[in-house]
């Protein structure tokens, strides 16, 4: 008997060990805790403005995108 249980301890213990998976955040969760930072924000809306100013986003892609910035606060 005692052979016995030995040989179901090392069957046991030579068995091949897995982690517990961890959940993984849903893919709709946002993981950008940084867009409500308001320095974060300023520095979008002055990203957004000089590029506005440099002619690269019309007057209408500049206030889409700004209205995004401001609606994710």
Not at 29 to 52: G, H
Request: zero cysteines.
């Amino acid at each position: 008997q005692i052979d016995t249980l030995q040989k179901q301890l090392n069957n046991k213990s030579n068995q091949k060990r897995v982690a517990p998976q961890r959940k993984q955040p849903s893919v709709t969760q946002k993981n950008n805790t940084n867009d409500n930072n308001p320095r974060v924000v300023e520095q979008r809306l002055k990203t957004i403005e000089n590029l506005y100013n440099k002619g690269i986003l019309s007057k209408e892609e500049y206030q889409k995108k700004r209205n995004e910035i401001l609606k994710g606060l």
